[in-house]
């Protein structure tokens, strides 16, 4: 399926709390595994929190369903708020995908327009919690009603249907004010809280939207100095800058995580981020003997402009990049740009085959086994697509070259 699966994700959960945040910010990608993946991961640049897959329902057995038709039938007969109950949870089932999405990608106006009728009826199933509980105030759901009613709040507004946003935060005021709110919900409504204010600067632009990210974190350090999560979210705001292109903020956040962090986890990756960021204007050593027995040498292409492509076939997100690596080598090859690949890929076959398939002619490092890949470790490439760009003089000065690749490029061959 192409669509990250947004609203589905938003539905089963009620509401996003995670370290990584920031996934809905930026591109996703694949995480490079020693081991070769069967299937391609789903591309996110429609923005989405968290990318699931529906399961097929459980199937009873034979044995099973006559014991589960013997209980239905000796069952005590439904009541009014039991009937009112079945009503609300088929209300909350997530509507499904439009099935021709699976065959071809749809436009971001149809995404628009399937996410905001979603939101919608995110919002309306909330309302039917809401009437059940005011219903049947003792009834056994009552409570999950309640919890279940801010979560598809939460889902509605991220989804676009802002006109819930009012209730949304009665509701978490509300819950706020409670003095026994254990401190791990507490946590939970405040990231929660700081996430969606994160996707209100979005449309200002990814700077905004980190910037607005860092500041809540910030605030949530003083509101809960112990807790490891602060850290994970601000690691994951450091990434964030790389991802944009701002080494030097990046750079500060990581290496304050790296010397003060109390959770190991996060120390030791923010020792990683700091480690990568610091190859940031600095010549990058690249040599190996390609898969087609070329020598790759970086160092010796001092004059080009060169893309160092860290990928898979195995990588949905890597494919999809394909057409636009292509088109930028294509017009600008001629005026000094190279591409480099760095393939994370444990079949030489499928690779070869893609290779002259897509009629990719730069160099691919190919290395196999079950080890992984020594280019990946050695430049702590925790994800792919990675796109690198090397300036004329052999010195990495980009780290996203994926996005706006051939803008890119181009001021980077227009440098003296």
């Known amino acids: 399926m192409f669509m990250n699966l947004t609203h589905t994700s938003l539905w089963r959960r009620g509401?996003?709390?995670?370290?990584?945040?920031?996934?809905?910010?930026?591109?996703?990608?694949?995480?490079?595994?020693?081991?070769?993946?069967?299937?391609?991961?789903?591309?996110?640049?429609?923005?989405?929190?968290?990318?699931?897959?529906?399961?097929?329902?459980?199937?009873?057995?034979?044995?099973?369903?006559?014991?589960?038709?013997?209980?239905?039938?000796?069952?005590?007969?439904?009541?009014?708020?039991?009937?009112?109950?079945?009503?609300?949870?088929?209300?909350?089932?997530?509507?499904?995908?439009?099935?021709?999405?699976?065959e071809k990608?749809?436009?971001?106006?149809?995404?628009?327009?399937f996410e905001q009728k979603n939101g919608e009826m995110a919002g309306a199933a909330a309302d039917k919690l809401k009437d059940f509980y005011t219903r049947f105030p003792k009834h056994d759901h009552a409570e999950d009603a309640r919890k279940q009613e801010q979560g598809l709040l939460n889902a509605a507004v991220q989804l676009g249907a802002t006109n819930r946003l009012a209730r949304l935060q009665e509701l978490e005021a509300e819950r706020l004010k409670d003095p026994n709110l254990p401190e791990d919900d507490r946590l939970e409504l405040r990231v929660q809280q700081l996430q969606r204010a994160a996707f209100q600067k979005k449309g200002d632009g990814i700077s905004a939207a980190l910037t607005?990210?860092?500041?809540?974190?910030?605030?949530?350090?003083?509101?809960?100095?112990?807790?490891?999560?602060?850290?994970?979210?601000?690691?994951?705001?450091?990434?964030?800058?790389?991802?944009?292109?701002?080494?030097?903020?990046?750079?500060?956040?990581?290496?304050?995580?790296?010397?003060?962090?109390?959770?190991?986890?996060?120390?030791?990756?923010?020792?990683?981020?700091?480690?990568?960021?610091?190859?940031?204007?600095?010549?990058?050593?690249?040599?190996?003997?390609?898969?087609?027995?070329?020598?790759?040498?970086?160092?010796?292409?001092?004059?080009?402009?060169?893309?160092?492509?860290?990928?898979?076939?195995?990588?949905?997100?890597?494919?999809?990049?394909?057409?636009?690596?292509?088109?930028?080598?294509?017009?600008?090859?001629?005026?000094?740009f190279e591409i480099v690949g760095i393939s994370f890929d444990q079949d030489k076959a499928a690779l070869e085959k893609l290779v002259a398939k897509e009629k990719m002619p730069w160099p691919q490092y190919f290395e196999g086994g079950e080890k992984g890949n020594k280019f990946g470790e050695e430049f702590n490439i925790s994800g792919i697509p990675t796109m690198w760009l090397v300036d004329k003089q052999g010195v990495l000065r980009d780290l996203n070259g994926r996005e706006k690749l051939t803008e890119k490029v181009e001021k980077l061959l227009a440098e003296k």
């Open 212 to 336: 607005e990210m860092e500041r809540g974190v910030r605030v949530l350090q003083k509101e809960f100095p112990k807790r490891a999560e602060i850290g994970a979210l601000l690691l994951s705001v450091a990434q964030g800058w790389a991802d944009e292109g701002n080494a030097e903020k990046g750079r500060a956040l990581a290496g304050e995580l790296a010397d003060g962090s109390t959770d190991e986890e996060t120390k030791e990756s923010a020792k990683a981020l700091v480690k990568k960021l610091d190859r940031v204007g600095k010549p990058l050593a690249l040599k190996f003997a390609a898969m087609d027995g070329r020598e790759v040498d970086l160092q010796k292409l001092k004059g080009k402009v060169v893309l160092v492509d860290f990928w898979a076939t195995w990588c949905g997100p890597c494919i999809k990049e394909l057409p636009a690596v292509k088109a930028a080598y294509e017009k600008l090859n001629a005026k000094g």
């Open 15 to 102: 509401f996003a709390f995670a370290a990584l945040t920031l996934v809905t910010l930026h591109v996703a990608g694949c995480g490079p595994a020693k081991t070769e993946k069967t299937t391609a991961a789903p591309d996110a640049k429609t923005a989405a929190p968290v990318a699931v897959t529906k399961a097929a329902p459980p199937q009873a057995t034979e044995n099973e369903a006559d014991m589960l038709a013997a209980l239905a039938e000796n069952a005590a007969p439904l009541t009014e708020g039991d009937k009112a109950w079945r009503e609300v949870q088929q209300a909350m089932r997530p509507p499904g995908y439009p099935p021709e999405w699976r």
């Open 105 to 113: 990608e749809p436009t971001k106006e149809e995404v628009a327009a």
